[in-house]
């Protein structure tokens, strides 16, 4: 009998700047919790989520930045191999908005795929639990940022409330799935 079962393993990276809830956001994707009292990363971490999609099976290996965010870049073997990436912002502090441009220059400059392309990426405004103020103050546009940065989209999220994680996630792999 033939196996048509399908699995794709896809390297995710999640970065962005210090405290604005990446380890959170793969905390609650991966193990569906949610605490306010981690410890900064050390070193690179991983976690593993599997989704069934159609038929085929995708695993998704995540990785966490290492508390090299206070550079605000990081070295090309951390981002070796790479299929997707979330950029995160918090939306309750603007100077982590500022920074999205300079993490994805950082990614697009280190990382280019096999076809010549950026590798998909999808911007997360987390801990939209504590309101949309800062986006809407400073009437940013955030379709018009996605377009103009080479984002396939974007979504407010929650760790703690578990808001559009699944969304931001399943956005991202349709778009490598359609792409390959
Ligand atoms: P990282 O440095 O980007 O990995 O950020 P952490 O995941 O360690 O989160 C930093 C702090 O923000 C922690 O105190 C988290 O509890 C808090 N946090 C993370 N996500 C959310 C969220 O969606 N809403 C709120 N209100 N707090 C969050
Ligand atoms: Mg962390």
Redesign the pocket.
């Known amino acids: 009998m033939q196996n048509n079962q399908k699995e794709h393993l896809y390297k995710i990276l ?1 970065i ?13 994707y991966v193990h569906q919790n ?8 050390i070193g690179v971490d991983f976690a593993l989520k599997v989704l069934n999609w159609d038929s085929e099976t995708v695993r998704l290996q995540l990785w ?2 290492a508390g090299q ?1 206070r550079f605000g870049n990081m070295t090309r073997v951390y981002y070796r191999e790479a299929m997707g990436a979330f950029i ?1 912002f ?1 939306i ?1 502090r603007p100077t982590t908005f500022e920074a999205v441009t300079k993490w994805k220059e950082d990614l697009d400059s280190k990382l280019t795929l096999s076809n010549g392309k950026n590798i998909a990426a999808v911007l997360l405004a ?5 309101g949309r103020d800062m986006l809407l103050n400073n009437g940013i546009k955030m379709d018009q940022f996605c377009k103009d940065n080479g984002f396939v989209g974007w979504f407010e ?5 578990n ?1 559009n994680i699944d969304q931001a996630a399943n956005c991202l792999v349709k778009y490598i799935i359609a792409s390959e």
Do not use: F, M, P, W
């Open positions: 999640v962005g700047d210090l405290g604005v809830g990446k380890t959170s956001i793969i905390k609650r949610y605490s306010t009292n981690y410890r900064a990363t966490d930045i965010e995160v918090d309750t987390n801990k939209c639990d504590q999220t929650s760790a703690k409330d808001i």
